[in-house]
């Protein structure tokens, strides 16, 4: 008996393993699904904080005083940075030596975050319509439900098989994130700055809950619809609020600490598990080809 | 032993099964003949707790295909019309795949059947690169795959070249003998239904309109038989000639009669095979 075999053979999590690993393999192998996923990543994480750190390091530091304007008006910012910002990010900014690097350590550590909850969503939404949506409309479904597999080991397979990349996806960009952050700003900041600790229950804790609501909330609509294309649209209904609510509050919950962070992450479990119960309830082996007849 | 008892399943108001009940003897090999929209698929849902009836009870050995789900599941193999295939993996790996929900060990299983359904050649190519009968063969290994005792394909031969279809139906057939294994089959291909069942159950628009085995269905729809001889001079025809014998009784008299009175070459009666009982049926249960 295989390794593989021994990990799936015996258990009550066998098959929800096997579901997973069908999911993602197929995942694996479907080009035109995942390149798209990579590119956002790679520009957010990658390409967009490089050029940010090469603007400032070799136009705007160089000219000196006059640097500042080059980069636009950021007196706003420069102003909320310097007085509303809590006093731990004044405490960090102080030192630094100007104000220019002020606005780039708070844009690198602060203003790009909502991109990491961005990515885990969007990510999420298009593996879960793809997964349980593609599965109705290749009509493969029916098959699994011949299976002695109850649905609570099918939903919970399927979860975990847009959950496990999207979260992965989400903690690749990060590292990616970090390392031309941390390599190209070293020269300006002459040490590590990314990430503070507040990152840790951001990626730790709002992140998974947020990715886990949106695997749900996609699930739930997946299995109402006919189609891939249906359930990514509809998909969207419910990914585009959240984006907005969530991302929208990531800077915000950086600066605010770790307590708005439990905050947040305890609010979007508690959504992730009334979702789950609604989906157990709504996902009852007998209702599935109800429609179908 | 399958049992249904009164069972309506009806979607919105349109009634796929009325009134149903019949029992299926285990180790027997059943047809379910009927046509399209009969409600043979509905049927096989029920079986498996796909569908809630809307009234009656059925019973799997005992078990509710509702209550005790999964327990039916892992006793039942069933083959639908869409044989539900991840086109992108290989057959194996679809086999694989199966054998790791059930929980069984897959390699040897799979050995075993690709030599009983000769898959060898194709069992390592995506299935969506598959023919039809091919399609056809690696989902009834699929539904063969953790052993069941209870078999219910729904057009396991659809899509099938005479030679596949003569490998399946003997395949059935053995593992019917060998296992004891019960075999219902839904299907239109009535002459090759002939060749495997032992008991037959007649279903349109959802209702039952008959069972029983060949013989007595014979003796209950066909009428007056119609026999082909071909004889040289017998009552002024020669070649092949139709005449009518009233019942089965009158036959061996009648073709007596003609071996005695001609050089009889053949005997043939026209009109009691399946095909025929089954217009006979539809003609007039409607």
């Not at chain 2, 999964?70 to 057959?91: A, F, I, N, S, W």
């Not at chain 2, 929900?101 to 898959?119: H, K, M, N």
């Amino acid at each position: 008996m295989s390794r593989h075999e021994k990990l799936v053979g015996q258990s009550r999590f066998g098959p929800v393993w096997a579901i997973a690993l069908k999911d993602m393999r197929a995942l694996k192998a479907s080009v035109q699904l995942w390149l798209p996923m990579l590119i956002v990543p790679l520009v957010f994480g990658g390409v967009l904080p490089a050029i940010l750190i090469s603007v400032v390091r070799f136009s705007a530091l160089p000219a000196g005083a006059e640097g500042v304007s080059r980069m636009g008006n950021l007196d706003f910012l420069l102003e909320l940075v310097t007085t509303s910002a809590p006093p731990a990010l004044q405490a960090q900014l102080a030192p630094l030596p100007g104000d220019i690097e002020r606005v780039l350590y708070f844009a690198l550590t602060y203003l790009l975050a909502p991109m990491f909850l961005l990515i885990p969503a969007m990510a999420a939404s298009i593996i879960t319509a793809n997964s349980f949506a593609g599965e109705k409309e290749r009509k493969t479904l029916e098959g699994l439900l011949y299976a002695p597999i109850s649905m609570n080991q099918l939903l919970l397979g399927k979860a975990l098989s847009a959950l496990l990349p999207a979260l992965g996806l989400t903690f690749g960009s990060f590292l990616l994130y970090g390392i031309v952050v941390n390599s190209l700003a070293y020269p300006v900041f002459g040490g590590l700055i990314f990430p503070t600790w507040n990152w840790l229950p951001l990626m730790l804790l709002v992140v998974p809950a947020l990715t886990a609501v949106i695997v749900l909330a996609t699930m739930l609509i997946s299995a109402k619809v006919k189609g891939f294309q249906e359930a990514y649209q509809l998909g969207g209904v419910v990914v585009l609020p959240v984006l907005a609510l969530a991302g929208g509050q990531a800077t915000g919950l950086l600066l605010l600490g770790s307590g708005a962070m439990l905050l947040m992450a305890a609010a979007l479990a508690l959504i992730a598990w009334l979702l789950l119960r609604s989906a157990r309830r709504l996902a009852q082996r007998h209702q599935f080809l109800e429609k179908l007849g | 032993m399958i049992r249904f008892d009164k069972v309506t399943k009806r979607f919105g108001d349109k009634t796929a099964l009325k009134d149903f009940s019949a029992q299926i003897e285990p180790g027997a090999i059943t047809g379910l003949i009927g046509p399209n929209g009969a409600g043979k698929t509905t049927l096989i849902r029920l079986l498996n707790g796909l569908l809630r009836p809307e009234e009656g009870t059925i019973s799997v050995d005992g078990l509710s295909p509702l209550q005790n789900g999964d327990e039916v599941r892992r006793r039942c193999g069933t083959l639908t019309e869409q044989p539900g295939l991840y086109e992108d993996m290989t057959g194996r790996a679809n086999l694989r795949f199966y054998a790791d929900l059930y929980g069984i060990p897959a390699e040897e299983r799979i050995e075993e059947l690709a030599d009983v359904l000769s898959l060898h050649a194709f069992l390592d190519r995506a299935t969506g690169t598959y023919s039809t009968g091919m399609k056809k063969r690696l989902g009834l290994a699929r539904a063969m795959l953790h052993r069941p005792s209870v078999l219910l394909l729904d057009e396991p031969t659809n899509g099938l070249d005479p030679d596949g279809t003569r490998d399946v139906l003997g395949y059935l057939r053995r593992l019917n003998e060998r296992e004891g294994v019960t075999v219902l089959i839904c299907s239109h291909v009535l002459a090759q239904l002939e060749t495997v069942c032992s008991r037959y159950i007649f279903l349109e628009q959802g209702v039952k309109k008959t069972e029983g085995t060949l013989d007595e269905l014979r003796s209950r729809y066909i009428r007056s038989l119609r026999v082909e001889l071909r004889a040289d001079g017998w009552e002024g025809r020669s070649g092949r000639f139709v005449v009518e014998a009233p019942s089965y009784g009158e036959l061996p008299a009648l073709i007596a009669r003609a071996a005695a009175e001609s050089r009889l070459y053949e005997a043939r009666i026209l009109n009691d095979d399946l095909e025929s009982v089954y217009f006979q049926i539809r003609k007039e249960e409607s």
